[in-house]
Structures are given as structure tokens and as C-alpha cells.
């Protein structure tokens, strides 16, 4: 697989983790105001989502989505991690923590596909932008 491809693959994954993780989330948030912004970025998440995959069908490459098994061990570490704290400063917390690691790795591969095509790089720069403004966002959640 070539860069572009994996690259591209690296944003639908992960914003397709941003999106179950938020659908998931939102069944177990009561505050109406952080409700309200799970739900933004919800539709931010979707939005590169479909982004990522029209670019990747329109280059050529197969989606490689996030894997059953994947998405089973985020499912249980979601409800371990909310069985006895679901309160909003601790989900905040945890999307802090994810959104982080999403930050990361959008810097590690941006320097690794460096050379990659403008628009993809571009998205993979909004996903990083998007991240980095969740954690500041979450922040008040604490």
C-alpha cells in the first residue's frame, strides 16, 4: 500500500473510532450541555469520515475500516472505564485522553507521508486542528 493510501486509511479509521466512540458515549451522558457538544463533534467526525472515504474512492484504494475486534475491545474499555464513573468530567477526561493520541499520531504521520498529496495531508491537518480544538473544548467539561 502506498502512502497516500495509508494515510488516507489512518483518517477513516480513525474518525470512524471518533464516531462509534461518540455514538457509544452519548447512551450514557445526561448533561444537556455536553450532550449538545458530543453532538458537534459527532457531525465533525462524519465529516471526515465521508471525506476520507471519497478520497479514497476516488484514488483508487480499498477502505480499511476499524476491525471487529477493535471495535469490541474500545466497546468493552468503554464501559469498564464508565461502570462505576459516568459522570461528565470523566468521560471528558476520557475524550481528552483519546483525542491526544489522536493528535500524535496525526503529527507522527504527517511527518512519515510528508510527501504525500496536498489534499490528503490537508485532511489529515483538519483531523489533527479538530482534535486539538476537542481537547481545549473538553476542558470545561472537567
Do not use: C, P, W
Request: overall charge neutral.
Amino acid at each position: 500500500m502506498n502512502g497516500n493510501a495509508e494515510l488516507l486509511n489512518f483518517i477513516y479509521q480513525n474518525s470512524q473510532m471518533g464516531v462509534d466512540t461518540i455514538n457509544k458515549l452519548m447512551e450514557l451522558v445526561e448533561d444537556k450541555n455536553f450532550k449538545e457538544h458530543l453532538d458537534e463533534e459527532l457531525k465533525t467526525y462524519k465529516e471526515i469520515h465521508t471525506k476520507a472515504k471519497e478520497l479514497l474512492n476516488f484514488n483508487g484504494y480499498d477502505e480499511k475500516g476499524i476491525s471487529a475486534v477493535e471495535k469490541i475491545r474500545t466497546y468493552i474499555m468503554i464501559n469498564i472505564q464508565t461502570l462505576r464513573n459516568k459522570t461528565t468530567s470523566h468521560i471528558a477526561e476520557m475524550l481528552i485522553l483519546g483525542s491526544n493520541m489522536g493528535i500524535i499520531d496525526a503529527i507522527k504521520n504527517i511527518r512519515k507521508y510528508n510527501q504525500g498529496e496536498k489534499d490528503i495531508l490537508n485532511l489529515m491537518k483538519q483531523l489533527q486542528k479538530f482534535e486539538e480544538n476537542n481537547v481545549e473544548k473538553l476542558k470545561m467539561f472537567l
